[in-house]
């Protein structure tokens, strides 16, 4: 795949921002109107189970990830061969991985029920909605894999155009079942329906888009497997991690605390999560196939200068968004989920700082991927896990779910403010200070706008409603904007000459 002919990475990050910003505006009032119509308690449970349900993501084994770079490389070396091994190896295994999660769930409901000490009254529909929601997330084994061929191949209209149809259609389901007071057992039903679409949809498109791209459940090869599975060790370290950094939480305070307190740090949890999915789209997910193709064609300068421009767009979009985030978090709280759950946020702010420096070099995590070097680290963030989980349970009956956060951010931010940019630097060769560089700008932007909101409280505007929380942070998106421009000139002049093309036309 030539340089010229790659797709543009503006129109992928806008085509993950359009696929994003629907998941957000839908999630955000859908969730708004689930927590009204379950209560902290209703709300509590699907929080807990979902936690749960998202242990399962460990059984990919890194094969998803693994997909991303060795489709991409495959793609750009027009390796065919190569390229249909590997995807009928991990079709065969994600099949097996799928059934056994389904088979899973009618085994593990009752002792979860018990476990956890559910409510004689919340006993049937706690157990219904891990069966249901097992059979999701094994369709959804094979129906990622589709969706990760497609994002393999860059083509992130199509696939983020799939992710939108079937958004639209689960919260059209949700609203519908809810109304119908089937409670939380008719949004595990919604997903289940969503699942089934998504699979039948990016089937569709791979079979339309790639026509080099053949399946066959006998087209896997031990040799292939072997190859995946080198890699997907390390990430599905890293995956266990992130496990522990999120999922893991859930269970500690349903576990310590109580499942009224899961709702409302879920309150918290699900707006670090947009977050962390809005950052992601235009860094991780962009950058992974591109990084790797250019890695096939063995172009280390340009993947070096391509890299530190990616770290200064992950950096400016994560403080961008955090600076509103702990500004504006009080009012949107209160809007968003009611006054009963402001309590939340000091946990919020905890980890909104937390995230807001793990995701200004996100693209780091994406390089390492397509090095194929993220063995070292994954062991290092297996240990932040394990620090998490321990910190989170000593942390939890001293200070109820402050403490849980506290747990989940320091391990965190020892990793990536010491040890990343280390890591990196080293093995793609370039300096440290360039590294940090990219960084310190948004970072400072950032301390500059929080410095007013802690020390100037009295010139922050009273914010009534949705429309003047956007209102009042626009002029700090504006500001990120402008900075950025003037790190990036030669960024500023591309968009002045597109603009004057477009307007020629």
């Known amino acids: 795949m030539s ?3 790659r797709p543009s990475l503006l129109l992928n990050m806008m085509s993950n921002w359009s696929g994003l910003v629907a998941a957000v505006l839908i999630g955000f009032f859908l969730t708004s109107y689930i927590i009204g119509e379950l209560g902290k308690t209703g709300f509590g449970i699907w929080m807990l189970i979902s936690s749960i349900v998202g242990y399962y993501g460990i059984l990919d084994l890194g094969i998803e990830s693994a997909i991303s770079r060795y489709v991409a490389r495959y793609a750009a070396q027009k390796d065919y061969e190569g390229l249909n091994s590997t995807i009928n190896t991990a079709l065969v295994l994600f099949c097996i991985i799928g059934g056994g999660i389904i088979l899973a769930s009618f085994w593990i409901d009752g002792f979860l029920a018990q476990f956890f000490d559910v409510a004689e009254a919340d006993v049937e529909a706690f157990k219904k909605l891990i069966i249901i929601l097992g059979i999701s997330v094994g369709l959804s084994f ?17 696939a983020n155009l799939v992710d939108i149809i079937i958004l639209v259609l689960r919260a059209g389901i949700v609203v519908a079942l809810l109304e119908m007071d089937m409670g939380v057992v008719g949004i595990g039903w919604a997903n ?76 918290a949890a699900v707006l670090v999560r947009y977050y962390l999915q809005f950052i992601s789209a235009a860094t991780i997910s962009v950058f992974t196939p591109r990084f790797s193709s250019i890695a096939g064609e063995q172009d280390r300068a340009y993947l070096q200068k391509l890299f530190l421009k990616s770290l200064s767009i992950g950096a400016f979009l994560s403080f961008a968004i955090a600076t509103p985030m702990l500004i504006w978090g009080e009012p949107f709280v209160r809007l968003w989920a009611g006054a009963e759950f402001v309590e939340v946020l000091p946990t919020f702010w905890v980890l909104t700082i937390a995230y807001a420096v793990t995701l200004s070099q996100s693209t780091s995590v994406a390089m390492m991927y397509a090095l194929k070097r993220h063995q070292l680290f994954a062991v290092i ?22 403490g849980v956060a506290l747990g989940t951010a320091i391990p965190m931010l020892i990793l990536k403010v010491f040890l990343q940019p280390l890591y990196l630097t080293r093995i793609l060769e370039v300096p440290l200070a360039a590294y940090l560089r990219q960084l310190y700008l948004p970072l400072l932007l950032a301390l500059f706008f929080c410095g007013i909101w802690l020390y100037f409280p009295h010139w922050m505007p009273n914010i009534q409603g949705y429309f003047a929380l956007v209102f009042w942070s626009l002029p700090m998106f504006l500001a990120f904007a402008a900075l950025y421009a003037y790190q990036h000139p030669e960024d500023r002049q591309r968009f002045l000459f597109w603009q004057s093309s477009s307007s020629a036309s």
């Open 381 to 402: 963030s297996l240990i932040e896990g394990v620090v998490n989980v321990a910190l989170s349970i000593y942390l939890a009956p001293i200070y109820g779910i402050f």
């Open 142 to 158: 094979p129906g990622n894999l589709f969706g990760a061929i497609i994002k393999a191949h860059e083509r992130f209209l199509e």
């Open 3 to 5: 340089t010229s002919r």
């Open 192 to 267: 289940l329906v969503s699942a089934v679409l998504m699979l039948g949809m990016n089937y569709y498109l791979c079979r339309h888009l790639f026509p080099h791209v053949q399946f066959n459940l006998f087209g896997g090869h031990w040799k292939t497997l072997v190859m995946l599975m080198g890699f997907g060790i390390a990430t599905t370290i890293m995956e266990i991690s992130n496990i522990m950094r999120f999922n893991l939480d859930s269970f500690v305070i349903g576990k310590w605390l109580g499942l009224a307190e899961v709702g409302i740090y879920g309150v």
